[in-house]
């Protein structure tokens, strides 16, 4: 059976946020987001390990968050750098024996357990790299440096993208070795030429940034525990 591991970026400060501390340790319905996003990582019962990367300075809190959900699943905590990518390198560091791996936002904190899983298997089933997408509902617009419109671009062809991510290892640990800036995983594999499949995302795998953001997770909460 091939070994899965998850690694979680929540080394991020969290600026946009606003609430003064990195933001995997924002409360949420009285628990941080990092135990919501494990939550639904572990629910998924595809993962063999997890790998979740931090601030310095918040190791052993995460320590004790890890052994309150972990139950049988190895999970590390590492400490993160600077950049988003950074930090999934570190966590690459202590995936080395992972067959598949996969790359989630702790930001992404509501993600179900159904989406996690999509993204696993059609890895396993052989695509290299495995984005969740939706559809972009609004109508998109492209501008100049004053902000004039310059086109309207066909949303048909856009996808908003989610985590997890999924990759087979080698091509993972091939697309960071090679690694200038990206914003997610995917864009790095796709300077390989290698490529990037979709499976359908979920819109409670939105990805926690701002304060609004924080007022929508608490209703999706409220309307799963009603
Ligand atoms: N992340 C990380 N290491 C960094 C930067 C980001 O592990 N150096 C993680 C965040 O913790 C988050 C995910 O990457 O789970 C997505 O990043 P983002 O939403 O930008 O989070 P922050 O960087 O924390 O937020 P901001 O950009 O507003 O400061
Ligand atoms: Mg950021």
Redesign the pocket.
Known sequence: MASVAALV?????????GENL???FVDLGGRTLLDWALDGLLASGALSHVVV?VPDRLVDRTRDICARVSGDLPIDVVV?????A??VRAGLRAAARADVILVH???RCLTPPETVARVVDAVIAGSPAVVPVLPVVDTMKSVDADGVVTGTVDRASLRSVQTPQGFDADVLRRAHAAADHATDDAGLVERLGVPVTTVAGHPEAF?I?TPMDLVLARAVLAARHP
């Open positions: 970026p929540a080394a991020g400060m969290g600026l946009r946020l990195p933001k995997a990367v993160g750098g600077a950049e988003r950074d930090s936002d702790a930001a990805k940034t």
